[in-house]
Nanobody
Framework: VQLQASGGGLVQTGGSLRLSCAAS????????VGWFRQAPGKEREGVAC????????YYAESVKGRFTISRDNAKNTVYLQMNSLKPEDTAVYYC???????????????????????WGKGTQVTVSS
């Protein structure tokens, strides 16, 4: 599975960006997919994840109400719409796909974002103040 993230860039505070994650070599259909980010000097964190069916989502508290994850299985692509961007959103954003189709149990985060085995190269998002 190859994942290609795109759509990053430089934007002012309050602006919007839409990230895309296109898959090749395998399908995204039926697999949970997520967006993660890593800022300089910080650990990678899960930002938003979506179930294989698209019927269930997870958002980090810091992005709730501002970011929306969606998927288009016909296009084998997952999106992250980011609105009302803040300087603290500045990071490299990565998309990832779960390695297996089966469901996970545990915390809400792990149910949605656990088991991501396939990672794409990141796309830089920079929000200026």
């Amino acid at each position: 599975v190859q994942l290609q993230a795109s759509g990053g860039g430089l934007v002012q505070t309050g602006g919007s960006l839409r990230l895309s994650c296109a898959a090749s070599g395998s399908t995204l259909d039926y697999y949970a997919v997520g967006w993660f980010r890593q800022a300089p000097g910080k650990e990678r964190e899960g930002v938003a994840c979506i179930s294989g069916s698209g019927g269930s989502t997870y958002y980090a508290e810091s992005v709730k109400g501002r970011f929306t994850i969606s998927r288009d299985n016909a296009k084998n692509t997952v999106y992250l719409q980011m609105n009302s961007l803040k300087p603290e959103d500045t990071a490299v954003y990565y998309c990832a796909r779960r390695g297996r189709r089966h469901s996970y149990s545990g915390s809400e985060y792990y149910i949605h974002c656990g088991g991501m085995n396939y990672w794409g190269k990141g796309t830089q998002v920079t929000v200026s103040s």
